[in-house]
């Protein structure tokens, strides 16, 4: 079992920054593949970013490529979505994910968080 935990979401500008950090419980972490996933009111879920286990393979969706970065830090359990260039296009529910295959397939994962909310004012 993990548990994930999101933060760092919130209300940023159009051209602002911000982080999301997801902690997972659990000594497996490293085990696992990590995704990003977003959901705009009144949208499908859709697929954000995904990293594999060591870090150093990593997929984008094109309408963030370029501007989000995910990354992981396995010794503290925690995945990061650094996001850059915000648009309002990008207000959504964000969730961590964890599972067992590099897909962005939202089928295949086996962990979700609870979700943190980021707001893009224009």
């Known amino acids: 079992q993990v548990q994930l935990v999101e933060s760092g979401g919130g209300l940023v500008q159009a051209g602002g920054s911000l982080r999301l950090s997801c902690a997972a419980s659990?000594?497996?972490?490293?085990?696992?593949?990590m995704h990003w996933f977003r959901q705009a009111p009144g949208k499908e879920r859709e697929f954000v970013a995904i990293?594999?286990?060591?870090?150093?393979?990593?997929y984008y969706s094109d309408s963030v490529k370029g501007r989000f970065t995910i990354s992981r830090d396995n010794a503290k359990n925690t995945v990061y979505l650094q996001m850059n260039s915000l648009n309002p296009e990008d207000t959504a529910v964000y969730y961590c994910?964890?599972?067992?295959?590099?897909?962005?397939?939202?089928?295949?994962?086996?962990?979700w968080g609870q979700g943190t909310q980021v707001t893009v004012s224009s």
């Open positions: 990293i594999n286990w060591g870090g150093g393979r990593t």
């Open positions: 994910a964890a599972g067992g295959v590099f897909t962005p397939t939202p089928s295949e994962v086996d962990y």
């Open positions: 659990g000594r497996t972490f490293s085990s696992y593949v």
